[in-house]
């Protein structure tokens, strides 16, 4: 019956009638529908041909092209055989390259076009496809978007990153390449969030009272409010959607005592997810030490040291006991001291936590966490 209504408003549908190329579509939409649950060759052949037709009507500079395009190919791809995977590989670059098209329509054409071409190992086109699919991301991504939307938008398209340094390192290009693509794609949320927080001296000098205002909004904003989550404790959070992202690498190997054929024994694991996160970090060392310097010249018996603050966690409600993060505590307290000035805090109740958070230089946290594959963000750390 369906069918039946939508063949019947393509029928009645004036030839030039912009709404024409949307009836075509929404036919065929039903006839592969009904394909995927009965399998009629005769649907399939029907829906993509009027696909073609959508695609023929529509003007080459039309905004809805690329989505037109798009669907073409993916009805090409249920099709047996490689003469229509080939004519989906060429719809699918075809909506890449409708500049006019909405930016995510054309996006998930280059990531459906880059798949294509891996199977075929063609990997210096893949590469080349992935980079400039890639470079589009920040236009998608922007600034004026909450996080969560930001990151929603990213998780589309998980995975391209690692299909571009594939395809690079396949094609012969430098490993270098690969480290900047994955700085690109890891950072996209990332980076914004660093942009925010850069440092804002030279705004200072120029109009003191617009940046004392800024910085007042900007605390505002990050202040962190309850419980603590990862999202909440902005330097630390670990922007990484990749599965590999999940697995304890700076912990493999054999600790039995006296083995040294383990990661610790032989590497300091870093956490920082991309190079613009750790130049940020550099950053703020530096004009730290630079306050500090300021400080001890104004008052030269001002020698305290810097905050570190420790959490301890041995026990958390309803999850294993931890009874080693006390031998963890008094190693960091043995190394540290008297360089920092060490708070401790045993099974701290979060708005303790928090106000540490405002004065400490360095905040060790020993305890359990919850991470959550979807939303990076909403990652928590647990407390009483």
């Known amino acids: 019956m369906a069918i039946e209504k939508a063949d019947a408003a393509v029928r009645r549908t004036p030839i030039d009638h912009p709404d024409l190329g949307a009836c075509l579509n929404n036919l065929g939409i039903k006839l592969v529908r009904r394909y995927e649950r009965i399998e009629p060759m005769a649907d399939l052949e029907t829906a993509i041909d009027k696909a073609e037709e959508v695609v023929r009507r529509t ?15 993916r009805r090409q791809m249920l099709a047996p055989g490689p003469v229509q995977t080939e004519n989906a590989l060429s719809s699918f670059l075809r909506a890449w390259h409708c500049h006019s098209g909405i930016p995510s329509l054309r996006l998930m054409s280059a990531v459906a076009a880059v798949d294509l071409l891996i199977t075929k ?89 617009e940046a004392d205002e800024y910085e007042r909004l900007r605390r505002e904003v990050n202040a962190v409010p309850g419980d603590i989550t990862a999202g909440e404790f902005r330097e630390q959070m670990l922007k990484c959607r990749a599965k590999a992202s999940t697995v304890p690498f700076h912990a493999a190997g054999d600790h039995s005592p006296g083995y040294l054929d383990n990661t610790v024994s032989h590497a300091v694991s870093s956490y920082t997810p991309t190079v613009k996160a750790l130049e940020f970090a550099r950053e703020r060392l530096a004009q730290s030490r630079r306050t500090m310097a300021g400080n001890m010249a104004a008052s030269a018996s001002d020698t305290a040291p810097r905050k570190l603050c420790v959490v301890t966690m041995p026990h958390t409600p309803g999850l294993t006991d931890l009874p080693e993060v006390i031998s963890e505590l008094l190693s960091i307290q043995n190394i540290a001291t008297p360089t920092f000035s060490i708070t401790s805090l045993p099974s701290p109740a979060a708005t303790r936590v928090k106000e540490q958070l405002q004065s400490c230089h360095i905040f060790h946290f020993a305890g359990h966490g919850k991470a959550d594959g979807i939303d990076p963000s909403h990652a928590v750390a647990s407390f009483p």
């Open 59 to 73: 003007p080459i500079d039309h905004p809805d092209l690329a989505g037109w395009l798009n669907n073409l190919a």
């Open 121 to 209: 190992m063609s990997w210096n086109e893949a590469a080349d496809l992935a980079i400039e699919a890639i470079n589009l991301l920040p236009r998608m991504n922007k600034r004026v978007l909450s996080q969560d939307d930001q990151q929603h938008i990213l998780s589309r398209f998980t995975g391209l990153a690692a299909k571009t340094c594939s395809s690079l390192l396949e094609s012969g290009r430098p490993v270098e390449a690969s480290v900047e693509i994955l700085e690109q794609d890891r950072g996209a949320v990332l980076g914004l969030m660093i942009d925010d927080r850069r440092d804002v001296s030279h705004l200072q000098q120029l109009c003191p009272e």
